[in-house]
């Protein structure tokens, strides 16, 4: 089964594109974030035609996340257990919860797309809102763990942390002064691997950026980040054969400012002859 991740940066103006890409590349299931639209302006039919099911949690022309399947998704939700919300200028615990996370469970492995809040700048509420969010996540990782430590378990999408210096490519992001790579972001992205949970496309894939920003040449100076991952339990990394980071999506026509990052896991009792991706 091939599983992707891929911040598409507004499905209606990428769905061509997105959908061509996986049709191309075989995938299985898409995570993807930043749909930028509520389901009902979901471009459904273009999916459905190439035969893929959605699940689709998006609340208005911001944030959103999605998932599109070859077969078929259940167990669906679209939080985490003390996932936190925000609305600017406002303080407290019962915040709004923006359309950031949706799990499915999929042939037995339990995937989750996720859009992390960017943080903005440091010092900025919405970066608290960020290791809040974070840590809720971790929380929750722990605990589906403790309970299953055999279970599949994937966290997927744009996590807006760079883990270590090789993965910041953008001479605009500063130590001491930008988020993304700042100590307690850092932190909360390795408390994953704490957990027990693995970066399983690394080991394949050691070096690459999945994001360049459209100004000042980012893309053809090679100025990215990697902040696009597929963090993987055990029990799913045990699955992974092969993975991928396609950069060639940056480039053409109105891409997005991200690429697919891509796996191969090998279920059990699961034919695939396809050719592997170098």
């Known amino acids: 089964m091939r599983i992707a991740t891929w911040n598409v940066n507004s499905i209606r103006a990428r769905v061509d594109r997105t959908v061509d890409w996986m049709v191309r590349e075989d995938i299985d299931v898409l995570a993807m974030q930043e749909i930028k639209c509520k389901p009902e302006q979901f471009p459904r039919e273009q999916f459905e035609e190439a ?12 944030n959103g ?15 985490f257990p003390g996932m936190p919300g925000f609305l600017k200028g406002q303080e407290g615990p019962d915040q709004p919860q923006e359309a950031r996370a949706l799990g499915v469970t999929v042939n037995d492995l339990r995937l989750w797309s996720l859009y992390v809040p960017n943080g903005r700048a440091l010092g900025d ?37 760079a883990p270590t210096d090789a993965d910041m490519g953008d001479p605009s992001f500063v ?34 950026f999945t994001f360049w920003d459209y100004k000042a040449l980012r893309f053809p100076r090679n100025e990215g980040m990697r902040i696009d991952f597929i963090l ?14 396609h950069r060639d999506e940056r480039k053409g026509d109105a891409p997005s400012d991200h690429v697919p990052v891509v796996v191969d896991v090998e279920i059990d009792g699961e034919d695939d002859d396809r050719p592997m991706i170098f």
Do not use: C
């Open 232 to 245: 993987g339990s055990p029990a799913f990394a045990d699955l992974v054969t092969d993975a991928s980071i």
């Open 51 to 62: 035969g893929y099911g959605l699940e689709i949690h998006g609340l208005n022309q911001w």
């Open 125 to 161: 509420p919405h970066l608290h809102y960020k290791l809040d969010w974070l840590a809720a996540l971790d929380a929750h990782t722990r605990a589906e763990l403790a309970r299953n430590p055999q279970l599949a378990l994937a966290l997927m999408g744009d996590f807006n942390v």
């Open 175 to 208: 130590h001491g002064t930008s988020t993304h790579i700042s100590p307690e972001e850092r932190a909360a992205f390795h408390a994953f691997e704490a957990a027990g949970l693995t970066d399983v496309v690394r080991p394949i894939v050691p070096d690459g």
């Open 65 to 79: 996340v999605a998932f599109a399947s070859r077969v078929e998704m259940t167990d669906v939700v679209t939080s």
